[in-house]
Nanobody
Framework: QVQAAESGGGSVQAGGSLRLSCAVS????????MGWYRQAPGKQRELVAT???????NYADSVKGRFTISRDGAENTVYLQMNSLKPEDTAVYYC?????????????????WGQGTRVTVSS
């Protein structure tokens, strides 16, 4: 079972940046595709970025060009660098095992959910 612990959220002004981290436990981290999901108040959970076990990435249109997902196999950690943040990026962000190339709403997740980390972007 792969479990995740997210950190790095906070409050920033529009145009600012944050870097989220996800420490993944479990001996099968290297063979899993991982994704960052987010859930805004009153909305469904959205898959915004994925990285395969081989390092290929995919992004939702809403974050393309602004967010970058990466993974560090030595540290069993997945990162999400978020630049040019907008108020609509405000959400609780989670990482989880994910499909390879799904993005947006309706994408499944394959592991237990962590606590998430809250991101608030003010205008």
């Amino acid at each position: 079972q792969v479990q995740a612990a997210e950190s790095g959220g906070g409050s920033v002004q529009a145009g600012g940046s944050l870097r989220l981290s996800c420490a993944v436990s479990g001996s099968i981290f290297s063979s899993n595709n991982m994704g960052w999901y987010r859930q805004a108040p009153g909305k469904q959970r959205e898959l915004v970025a994925t990285v395969t076990s081989g390092g290929r990435t995919n992004y939702a249109d809403s974050v393309k060009g602004r967010f970058t997902i990466s993974r560090d196999g030595a540290e069993n950690t997945v990162y999400l660098q978020m630049n040019s943040l907008k108020p609509e990026d405000t959400a609780v962000y989670y990482c989880n095992r994910s499909p390879s190339f799904c993005s947006g709403y309706g994408c499944p997740a394959f592991g237990p959910w962590g606590q998430g980390t809250r991101v608030t972007v003010s205008s």
